[in-house]
């Protein structure tokens, strides 16, 4: 996101160093088709805008429409990739807000091969947008993780105090099984915006709930790490990472590095007002967490702004972090994972205002 309002997509081959001037090297967006939610994956772009799903390609130093599928009335909750030519997405109607759609695209030839509404338990009567907050496929079988919410007026909107798990068999989209959970809630959060969950080396499947106020804003219960082993698809009763405990804030997204570690994006509740300043304060922090030892260590890091950023991307032993800090330095952190050491790599230049992602394009 640029300082003029605009959105650029710039690429380059390294990360490690250098400087880009995004308006001189980038690509506009039009504002039309995209914004921080589009789906990076294989060379190609998607979205959902105007009633169709769309793919773009790069051609000549534009995004340009190869394909578009109709998907009127709808809006992506969470999506997953079954192999590199496979897109499951979770919508929900942008009327209600309560009737979740699923549907399997194969995104080489473009088209829908399987197209299902999912009936989940009618929602309470005092909450009745669902939120769908994780998609998983488990042990043979699909995980979905969601709650119930509810607008309290035109600014403002909470969470019921519960987190639902649906699990369902991956073909036929039938529930078999739904757990409760209230130690929190809000699990997850849109994935095509951040990250908030991942699979281990073992097969392991963790998720974050976001009760903050940027995502649940259910500010009594906490954020927190929940497991589903590898041998089960059934959360954890016994774990329970309780990470608002830890530095007394909520945070949101999470991304894994491997051997039981992961980086989270913590924010600083003395720093800010209320949400309408959320989002321009500089005070989100990160830090790694040990999953076994269920610890947290903050990286010595510049405080970040911007509420919810795909901003970490892990690649070779590495973990690059995006930040837009107070000095108005829009740069590219690396952890190294392995020594520990923090070091800077590519800076994009001031006419920069957020990076709100980072992903890899190939």
Known sequence: MNKNLGNTIVTTNSIDSGTINILKDGIDLPTQYFDRSIIVHNGFFYHIKSGKFIKFEMQESALTEIAAIPMSNQHIENMNWQGKDTLLLFTLDNKTYSKLHYYKIDVKKFEIIQKEEIHLPVAPIKFPIVSIGFSTLHQNNLILGYTYNKVINETDFTTIDTMYFATLDPQTLKIKSIQKDNRSTYPGGVNTVQSYSFHDERGNFYFM?????????????????????????????SYFFNLTATNQNHAYGMWYLGNNEAIIRSERKDLYNDFSDHHSTYQFEYYVVDLLKQTATKLTLPYDKGTRKESVLVENGKAYITIDDKDDNHQVWIYNIQTKKISTGLKLDKETDFIVRIDKLN
Do not use: E, M, Q, R
Not at 211 to 236: C, E, M, Q, R, Y
């Open 209 to 237: 709930s976001c009760p903050g106020i940027a995502l649940g804003n259910n500010l009594s219960k906490p954020t927190a790490i929940f497991k589903i082993p590898n041998n089960t698809t059934t959360v954890d009763s």
